[in-house]
């Protein structure tokens, strides 16, 4: 019978202690193109390599993704992350999936570093067939409440796309589309509990 109480007792504190290691975060993501490389190939199958130039209102990506982390350490957490994205000029509609490591200075309610990598899965294999999402970060919360803070996420991102058998951006004649990348800056809001 003591052995059961202890038995008990172990998994409880356990349990108890395993929930402290997982947190849960929600984003809405605002990002800023700032270069867009489109790689394509000519008629005589040389590779042309050409920037991809915005006009108008520098906003074109919207986004918001959730995250799911484990607290390896006190101050170090890995994650599953999975969201949705879009992209104009060109209108791409993306799905995100894939993983999130965070590094906290001082502890989980204060500044953050973090890098993810997703895959980014097309709505429209016309578009583009594949991808990749690359975002390095930096996190700060800026209400503290008891249960979740609200917090605010400065980064640079990277995003792959594939465009093989894709439709050219650029309706030249001998235009075979390969690849195009858009290293971008964004700002997101966040809820962390």
Known sequence: ???????????????????????????????????????????????????????????????????????????????????????????????????????????????YIYIQDANNFTLNKSRFKSGNNLRLGLGFPFIKKEGFNITGNLFFEQNYFKLDNAEPLLNLTDERPRSLTVKSFGISLGVKF
């Open 1 to 111: 019978m003591k052995q059961l109480f202890i038995i008990l007792f172990i998994l409880i504190y356990g349990l108890g202690y395993s929930q402290n290691k997982w947190e849960t975060s929600l984003e809405l993501d605002f990002v800023f193109p700032n270069k867009k490389d489109y790689f394509y190939n000519d008629s005589n199958n040389k590779i042309i390599d050409a920037e991809l130039k915005d006009n108008g209102f520098l906003l074109s990506s919207f986004g918001i993704q959730g995250n799911y982390n484990y607290y390896l350490f006190k101050k170090l957490s890995i994650g599953v992350l999975g969201g949705f994205q879009t992209q104009s000029k060109p209108d791409y509609s993306m799905l995100k999936l894939g993983g999130i490591l965070r590094y906290h200075f001082v502890d989980r309610d204060n500044v």
